[in-house]
């Protein structure tokens, strides 16, 4: 009976579907376990080899753990809202919608085919209304949510309105906007709704205001940090610039120390730690304010009053974590985009700002942080005042400073900041020294160290410790300072001026936002005839003719009916990608529950995530904002975890082998690979289809392939053309993507599943290589022999072998301990080594080969099903317990002893380890190897240590 694949696994993958073999309880008696993957997006170009890698790994823990016994939730489901198919939408003028299931539909059946073990009972798609009505609901929540700092917590906003009825706002110790004016609650009474709602609006987790965005025109819409590569956008590579926009945020900075004190009650990886505590970037300090001298404007009194800015009450605030260094202070510079710049800059510099903010625009955040070695600014024509010594200290704006971080502004110490000495010195800035003195030079700044002895009276030979708490008490004295905590985590955006994402639950009254009341949710997503923006810039939601709330009878009605009395304009942005995977794991805790997010008793079973296995790309955005989202949950009573996943394995990436062919520059002409150093080539991507295992390519073949190399020249070697050949990621682009259909088809998924663990650990990268998947192919081929020859069953109930005992149980221990430390290579390992000794020993006893499939059931599932039927059983494999190591099977009870004469080994004896030195000698003795090595000689002496050696002496 032969090894058919084919046949077993569309069999088995059948029956686990139609007899719902993994679907979990929410009410088990058994203890739960719940593993995730990270949410796929359903692209039109389907799966590769390496997207299965986790979801591998992922599957055979979560096999293993029903093993043990446990009640195993592992669902799945699709991150289905996003850029990707609306500009798939904009090219062809497919609805999302359509194109997207037919992604989805792709992809379930790649993923049935490879064996999982999903409940798919379960399935989410962030862009079903079902769904994204609980993603409007939580939405909804965070608008009517503040955070109160000294609660630490978030917390109804009626709680907020309260205080403001009883006391006014002099009290309130919340995350809100800046500059709230403090009032009583006599003048709030008196304030109209409308200027009500204003102020509440300062205080809201999710509010309305201008921000700074990444802005890309030719795809008209805002972008995320993480979708711009290199100044363009990823998804199509066109220009981006900064741009102000009103836009809704989220106020995750209120949970910057939350977000980092949790990393230390979670099992993630130390690097995956740091990324976060980076992104978070808590740093202690001083708030420090620096007043804009008047005198410095060339400008006259009647200026001022035409501004209307006659007090010119301007200040700079920056924040710094040496404020020891004060006195140092040699320049400020503002961030391009700073609010102060068109309020300071002078007539004479005004052009050269403008120009400068202009250029500054085209760059993106990400590649203005990367760049240390461009100096570039320009002198806005003002001076602020230093806090001590009331000096005029030039204000400069610099491309290095942003907007976003901190205050968008810094004052400038070159003799302690190698960025700032740069600076000044390009510019010829005169520099001042620690002390406070005059210009230094280069040998003076390279000699400079962390101990401040200030000219200053209060700062005179005080250390670094005692002159930042000294400058801090001197500031606070000058109301001009005071000591600060600051994070770089910025407020999250959370506008896209795009159709395919989820509809903001929200109308305006006179400009003011209103949610949609939550029991006339969702609001879905309408038809549109063109998802590009209007002609007037409106985001593609402004194209649409139904997009208006009527209060009355709680429904989307035409915009012809907005009056502003009842019927008013509906929010035209949508949600970003992240709304929707920011909170799935909670969805399929309770996925069809009509009525909550999630139920109570759905979130006390499952509580959170004990496994989650994805992609290091989300090491910041998702797992912050769903970190976030998890806790504001929690604060607010609705889930009862702070953290939404305990554990966290970033898998690494499966690189693919590229082909390329190399073009003599200029030219229509090829070279072949080994000649091509002869001139001046340039490498191109080619299908790796079209190149054989000696690397040589037909090239009649590639011809064909592209019109492009239909009337090329060759340039061969003796006859023959080379490729070369570079590692890198899989990607269509590259031509080098392998499709797992392909390897299902002629290996077999349980092959692949084995083959893919079988590549390196977990975390690694890792090249993949065709021609390996063989051996693995084999390997099962051997598994199947143990159990079946040409006949039929062969496994027998005879008593199994000492040796063959020892072979699984040593395979048990190895495979539970690798499992349980994620090492998933070396368990194909021990299974290899495993079939191979059994075969040798010609085994086929039932005691030992039921156990073995359990065994392997986690790795390769469909033909364990399969032996495990065959073997008589009529229940899964799937819910059999995990065989259990006993270590008395790999206790020796003999012994090999070599035996060696004048310490030369010339013969070794099998023997218990219970005999004594005595019974050990007489059998030596006895043996005929030794007599005939001792040839009638008599030993001087007899030199034997149990369970180690035997020698005799002459």
Request: aromatic share 12%.
């Amino acid at each position: 009976m032969k090894y058919n694949p084919n046949e077993i696994e569309a069999r088995w993958q059948k029956y686990w579907a139609e007899n719902g073999t993994f679907h979990a309880e929410n009410n088990s008696e058994k203890p739960k376990y719940y593993v995730l993957d990270m949410f796929p997006y359903p692209s039109g170009a389907g799966l590769h080899v390496g997207h299965p890698l986790g979801y591998i790994a992922s599957d055979i823990y979560a096999r293993f753990k029903r093993h043990q016994g446990f009640n195993v939730l592992h669902p799945q489901g699709y991150d289905s809202f996003g850029l990707p198919a609306e500009q798939y939408a904009i090219q062809t003028g497919q609805h999302p919608d359509k194109t997207t299931k037919e992604n989805i539909a792709r992809y379930r059946e790649q993923l049935d085919k490879i064996g999982f073990s999903f409940d798919w009972s379960r399935e989410v798609r962030t862009s079903s209304p079902e769904y994204y009505k609980w993603t409007q609901w939580i939405f909804i929540q965070l608008f009517n949510s503040w955070y109160d700092k000294d609660a630490d917590e978030a917390r109804d906003i009626r709680t907020l309105v309260l205080e403001f009825e009883e006391n006014g706002n002099e009290k309130v110790n919340a995350v809100a906007d800046d500059a709230i004016p403090t009032f009583s609650a006599k003048e709030w009474k008196s304030y109209s709704k409308e200027e009500q709602e204003r102020i509440l609006l300062k205080y809201r987790l999710t509010f309305l205001a201008e921000t700074e965005v990444n802005w890309c025109p030719a795809l008209g819409t805002v972008l995320a940090n993480d979708e711009i590569v290199n100044g363009v956008s990823e998804r199509g590579g066109h220009p981006v610039i900064r741009k102000k926009m009103t836009q809704w945020s989220m106020r995750i900075s209120a949970y910057a120390e939350r977000l980092l004190s949790g990393l230390e009650t979670i099992d993630w990886t130390e690097s995956l730690k740091e990324s976060q505590r980076n992104w978070i970037g808590k740093s202690v300090g001083a708030s420090v304010t620096f007043k804009v001298k008047d005198s410095q404007f060339e400008r006259n009194a009647v200026d001022y009053i035409l501004s209307g800015d006659e007090t010119n009450n301007h200040v700079i605030e920056v924040f710094t974590t040496r404020p020891d260094t004060i006195f140092g202070v040699t320049f400020m510079t503002l961030a391009p985009e700073h609010d102060l710049v068109a309020k300071i800059t002078t007539p004479e510099q005004k052009k050269a700002v403008e120009a400068y903010v202009e250029a500054t625009s085209k760059r993106s955040e990400r590649d203005r942080m990367a760049d240390v070695k461009t100096i570039s600014g320009v002198f806005t024509g003002a001076y602020a005042e230093h806090p001590f010594t009331k000096e005029a200290i030039p204000v400069w704006i610099g491309d290095y400073v942003l907007a976003g971080y901190g205050t968008g502004a810094v004052m400038a110490v070159p003799c302690g900041d190698e960025r700032d000495y740069a600076f000044a010195k390009h510019f010829n800035i005169p520099i001042k020294n620690i002390f406070g003195g005059v210009d230094i030079s280069e040998e003076a700044y390279a000699s400079k160290d962390n101990v401040v002895i200030d000219n200053s009276d209060f700062l005179n030979g005080l250390d670094y410790k005692q002159a930042t708490k000294k400058a801090i008490e001197a500031l606070e004295e000058l109301g001009q300072g005071k000591g600060k905590v600051n994070y770089r985590l910025r407020d999250a955006v959370f506008s896209r001026q795009r159709y395919w994402g989820e509809p903001f639950p929200v109308y305006y009254v006179n400009g003011l936002p209103q949610m949609i009341e939550t029991q006339h949710l969702p609001v879905r997503l309408p038809e549109v005839e063109k998802y590009l923006p209007t002609e007037d810039g409106q985001p593609p939601l402004g194209n649409a003719s139904e997009w208006a709330w009527d209060t009355k009878n709680a429904k989307v009605v035409s915009n012809e009916l907005i009056d502003d009395v009842t019927v008013f304009p509906l929010e035209l942005n949508t949600m970003p990608g992240w709304a929707g995977s920011s909170w799935y794991w909670l969805r399929y805790m309770d996925a069809h529950n009509e009525e909550e997010f999630v139920s109570e008793e759905a979130q006390n079973y499952w509580q959170n995530v004990d496994l989650y296995i994805g992609g290091s790309e989300h090491a910041t955005g998702h797992l912050l904002y769903s970190r976030f989202w998890n806790k504001f949950l929690k604060d607010r009573g609705f889930v009862n975890q702070e953290e939404p996943f305990k554990k966290l394995i970033n898998q690494g990436m499966i690189l693919g082998m590229s082909a390329l062919v190399y073009r003599i520059s200029g030219t229509n002409t090829y070279v072949s690979k080994n000649i091509k150093n002869n001139y001046e080539t340039e490498g191109l991507h080619i299908d790796i289809s079209l190149v054989n295992a000696s690397d040589e390519i037909d090239i009649e073949q590639l011809k064909k392939w592209q019109p492009q190399f239909q009337d090329a020249e060759f340039v061969t070697e003796n006859g023959k053309f080379f490729v070369g050949r570079e590692v890198e990621k899989m990607s269509k682009s590259k031509y080098n993507v392998v499709n797992p259909d392909h390897i299902c088809e002629e290996y077999g998924a349980d092959t692949l599943r084995l083959y893919e663990m079988f590549l390196g650990p977990l975390e690694q990268a890792k090249p993949w290589n065709t021609a390996g998947i063989t051996g693995v192919f084999g390997f099962l081929k051997k598994l199947w022999k143990l159990y079946f020859d040409d006949s039929g069953l062969i496994v027998n109930s005879n008593p199994a072998s000492p040796e063959a005992l020892k072979t699984l149980h040593k395979t048990i221990k190895k495979v539970q301990e690798d499992i349980e430390n994620f090492s998933f290579n070396t368990s194909v390992s021990s299974f290899m080594i495993a079939v191979n000794e059994l075969t040798a020993m010609n085994c086929h006893e039932r005691s030992i080969l039921e156990p073995l499939a359990v065994l392997i059931s986690p790795y390769a599932p469909h033909i364990a099903e399969e032996l495990w039927e065959r073997l008589g059983h009529k229940e899964s494999i799937s819910a059999v317990p995990f065989p259990r190591f006993n270590p008395e099977y790999l206790i020796e009870n003999n012994k090999e002893y070599p035996v060696s004469f004048n310490g030369k080994m010339r013969f070794t004896i099998n023997l218990p380890l219970d005999l004594t030195v005595k019974e050990i000698e007489n059998i030596v003795m006895a043996d005929e190897r030794t007599i005939k090595q001792l040839d009638g000689k008599t030993p001087n002496k007899i030199i034997i240590v149990p369970g180690k050696i035997i020698n005799l002496v002459g």
